[in-house]
């Protein structure tokens, strides 16, 4: 009797282990994987590369447009809070990041001060935060609503 106590007891430890190890693996797999639109996007791409390659034509490569850093500035901090949505706020925000680290500027996502210095830790998490920001806008595909409620899922979890 007592030992079937403790296989059961040892069986329910068991079980919750292996729950976390599941939610820790599913965690990962979400971390590391890229949605199917962006994939099939690539594929779409490589394609058109492969065939151009094979038939020996040319493909326009699109060439970025630079981008202001003062006009930037200008309509993320100068703007009334009610003459943006989160979303273009958000994006402009992220564009202003990008540019400024094109330029070799310190990433404005980073803790920054006199007596502050940024750790590896920060810069990742920096990251993570752009990273998170960003897969939202890509999932709101323009849509303000959308991108709040992803906005809002997004960090409750």
Do not use: W
């Not at 803790?111 to 750790?119: A, D, E, M, N, Y």
């Amino acid at each position: 009797m007592e030992e079937l106590e403790q296989n059961s007891v040892s069986e329910q430890e068991n079980v919750g282990d292996n729950t976390t190890n599941y939610i820790e693996a599913i965690r990962e797999m979400k971390a590391n994987s890229v949605s199917k639109e962006a994939y099939l996007k690539l594929q779409q791409e490589n394609k058109q590369l492969l065939n151009s390659l094979v038939n020996g034509q040319e493909i326009e490569i699109k060439k970025e447009e630079p981008v202001d850093i003062n006009d930037l500035r200008e309509k993320l901090f100068s703007a009334k809070k009610h003459d943006m949505t989160n979303l273009e706020y958000v994006s402009n925000a992220l564009k202003l990041r990008d540019a400024l680290m094109k330029e070799g500027q310190m990433d404005p996502f980073v803790p920054q001060g006199k007596k502050i210095h940024p750790t590896d830790d920060d810069f990742k998490k920096a990251d993570k935060v752009a990273t998170v920001l960003q897969e939202c806008i890509d999932y709101a595909d323009g849509d303000a609503m959308v991108f709040t409620d992803e906005l809002k899922r997004r960090i409750n979890n």
